[in-house]
């Protein structure tokens, strides 16, 4: 059972990992919460869901074409609203996101209805079976494609210039634009990358996932504490803390009580915020 | 002194803007003999549960045009236009979105009385959002007459101005082990395992309280007993106790989201029960759409089904009305929230008056027959305590072949229920 519950937990916390690293990107440059970010994934879910009805594509396999549309709805959302508030105030760019996302719930709801929709079967569907253990297969299949976008994403921010750039902002706004570094294409650029993120998991969450327009806000809310869970800012903590809160979802829903699950989860997030206040990966001052 | 100036002006224009609001709404009310009467209806239309929201507004809806407009068909204000004691005044129904919060269900609800000025209120789907919409109306004196909500702790607050016309969950969670006792005896199969699973608002926990209340009566054991909260991402871990338990009998009181992740969920974790009761999601046509075959074998309470048609003739007249406006059979939840505005133009009627409180009394006085209502109740006459129908019912459908079949009482049903529950991998 435990490592059934293991499993599971892991299972979990890769879909959420998707999330909150795209969240870790956009706050790390442009010191932005994403509230719009729960309703990225839904767009990109329909945007599969569509993917899979009209053109037949398969929604893992529509993933890279989720993750273009929503790179460049991500940039382009940036030039339409970020740019102008990234230098505001902290309320106004929490409200900006705040109020995306409310408009593109709504929207959804009054373009597709509330209406609930699902891929009859993907390609991987099934569970396989191993000793009392079971895996379901299209959860398996997703998780290993988090699993691979992520690694693409850390490479990228590690390996290329563009990446470092990102790196460099994170680190020092200042001074990476004294180094000649452009803030604004950068910055455009992360938000995109942040948003195709939230578009890859919202394509491989469609593959077994129910889909309806307020169906990824509390994997929004889920994806921002892994985020300070992780530390801020820092990609890989993005990716642990939404692992852990994956294994504390199922675990202590199963040990303790599924009334407290959640707040198990925030429990645990508090008891970091309160000893390590940059969070488990996080770099020194926040 | 220039920004002391600049306020004055921007609070002097506010005054006026805001006084010609109210000055506007005055003339309105001073019409005289009223044209339309307004009722407030509150149902949680965007959000988690969006579409349960509009499939009971379309119930309100139907019953709306039913009264307003003139049909052919056996039933109260279908052959006349409007209220007949007030000079045919038509209804009009304000809708407002609770978007499935408690808090914003009782803001909205002030809204309407306030604002919007209705006279009455009806509808509502959640427990926890009619708990605090009924003390807004209650503190303003409107009446309110609900027929969709089920949570028992709603009438034992002794509300003077609150009605409820469908039986509540004391009533259906007894109904369900008595199916289950039924069925027991029938196949002589031993169903006294239960496994209770609920999503951990108002309403599904007090389904649970029922249901734990009645299984001791009965002499049932609940092997696992577990609360969730609505609306969550996952339901492994839920399920997995479940599997550990090893349940005859499978009861869960549920949203329309996570019923059909739990159904998903159990699937993939191949559990399966012998009987399988769903409450309030599973009657919705949008879960049967989404799960297909897998919702078959699954008991709902509902307190309608078209099965009923043959009982009474006027319910597959008044489907077919719904099925031109909307495109599909009218569902158990939009037939639950059609029942109130009837109820409440029945009282206004006998009031001939818009005043709280003759309509109050007209509601006490309430003595309606059962050809007056689409759902298996004998009649409705409130208790005068607590305001429950005293004549409320409520019945079990099955979910075979993917459509709901009316399978007990065992005398109502046209069809024999299927037991047991069938494999997954089999269907």
């Known amino acids: 059972m435990f490592i059934q519950l293991v499993v599971s937990g892991l299972l979990l916390g890769c879909i959420y990992s ?65 740019q102008y508030v990234v230098d505001g105030p902290y309320v106004s760019r929490l409200l900006a996101t705040f109020g995306l996302g409310f408009f593109l719930i709504n929207m959804a709801q009054f373009l597709w209805s509330p209406n609930f929709r699902t891929i009859k079967e993907s390609m991987v569907h099934g569970v396989w079976k191993i000793g009392s253990v079971m895996i379901e297969l299209p959860k398996l299949a997703s998780s290993l494609g988090s699993i691979l976008v992520a690694a693409l994403v850390f490479l990228f921010i590690r390996k290329t210039r563009t990446g470092q750039a990102i790196q460099a902002i994170s680190a020092d706004k200042m001074g990476a634009a004294l180094m000649g570094i452009n803030l604004k294409r950068i910055a455009a650029f992360s938000f995109g990358l942040g948003i195709a993120c939230a578009g890859a998991a919202g ?24 985020v300070a869970l992780g530390g801020f800012g820092s990609v890989e903590g993005a990716f ?47 | ?40 209806a509150i149902y949680p239309l965007t959000g988690g549960i969006a579409v349960t929201g509009a499939d009971c507004k379309s119930g309100v809806e139907m019953a709306i045009d039913i009264i307003n407009n003139k049909y052919d068909i056996d039933f109260p204000f279908a052959r006349t236009e409007g209220i007949p004691n007030l000079g045919g005044a038509k209804l009009e129904v304000v809708f407002a979105d609770s978007r499935g919060d408690a808090t914003q269900g009782m803001a909205e609800a002030e809204r309407l009385i306030t604002q919007d000025k209705i006279v009455a209120m009806v509808g509502g789907y959640q427990s926890a959002v009619v708990k605090t919409i009924s003390v807004a109306t209650e503190r303003l004196r409107i009446p309110y007459v609900l027929s969709d909500a089920t949570s028992p702790t709603l009438t034992e607050r002794g509300f003077k101005y609150f009605f409820r016309v469908i039986p509540h969950d004391g009533i259906q969670a007894k109904n369900a082990l008595d199916m289950i006792r039924d069925i027991e005896k029938k196949e002589n199969v031993p169903l006294k395992k239960i496994a209770l699973i609920w999503e951990n608002t108002e309403w599904g926990s007090n ?81 049967l759409q989404t799960l297909g075959n897998d919702g078959n074998y699954i008991f709902t309470r509902a307190v309608y089904g078209l099965d009923l048609a043959k009982a009474k003739p006027f319910i597959a007249k008044i489907n077919e009305l719904y099925k031109q406006k909307y495109g ?49 109740y004998e009649g409705c006459k409130f208790d005068p305590v607590t305001h429950d129908n005293i004549y409320a019912r409520s019945l079990y459908l099955q979910i075979q072949n993917q459509q709901y079949r009316v399978v007990w009482p065992f005398d109502l049903a046209p069809v024999p229920y299927q037991f047991p529950f069938k494999p997954w991998k089999e269907r």
């Open chain 2, 207 to 287: 389904v649970a309280v029922q249901v734990r209340k009645y299984a001791q009566d009965y002499g049932m054991t609940i092997v696992a007993d577990i609360g969730y909260p609505n609306r969550t991402t996952d339901l492994t871990a839920e399920v997995m106790r479940i599997k550990a338990s090893q349940p005859d009998v499978l009861i869960h009181p549920g949203y329309i989201s996570d019923a059909i992740l739990f159904v998903k969920t159990l699937k993939s974790m191949d559990v399966v029960p012998k009987v399988f009761v769903g409450m309030a999601a599973y009657v919705e046509p949008n879960f």
């Open chain 1, 203 to 226: 394509s491989l969450l469609a593959t077994f996932y129910y889909i309806f327009p307020d169906v990824a806000s509390l994997f929004g809310l889920i994806a921002l504490v892994a």
């Open chain 2, 328 to 376: 599909r059979d009218m569902s158990a939840n939009a037939a639950r929230s059609f029942t109130a505005p009837f109820v409440m133009a029945d009282a206004i009627n006998r009031a001939k008056s818009l005043d709280p409180d003759a309509i109050q009394k007209a509601l006490m006085e309430t003595n309606l027959p059962a050809s007056a209502f689409i759902s298996p």
């Open chain 1, 18 to 82: 998707l999330i909150s690293m795209g969240l870790s990107l956009i706050w790390g440059v442009m010191g932005i919460v994403n509230f719009a970010h729960g309703a990225f994934v839904m767009l990109a879910m329909y945007a599969a869901y569509y993917g899979d009805q009209l053109l037949r594509i398969d929604p893992l396999l529509f993933t890279p074409v989720a993750i273009l549309l929503l790179f460049f709805l991500g940039v382009l959302v940036y030039q339409i609203i970020i």
């Open chain 2, 1 to 40: 002194m220039k920004r002391v100036t600049r306020f004055l002006w921007v609070a002097f224009l506010a005054i006026v803007l805001i006084g010609s609001l109210y000055a506007g709404g005055g003339k309105e009310e001073a019409k005289g003999a009223p044209k339309t009467i307004k009722l407030g």
């Open chain 1, 240 to 286: 642990l803390g939404a692992l852990i809160l994956g294994l504390v979802e199922t675990l202590g829903g199963y040990y303790v009580d599924p009334n407290w699950k959640y707040a198990l989860m925030f429990l645990i997030y508090l008891g970091i915020v309160l000893i390590r206040p940059q969070g488990l990966l996080g770099r020194g001052k926040v």
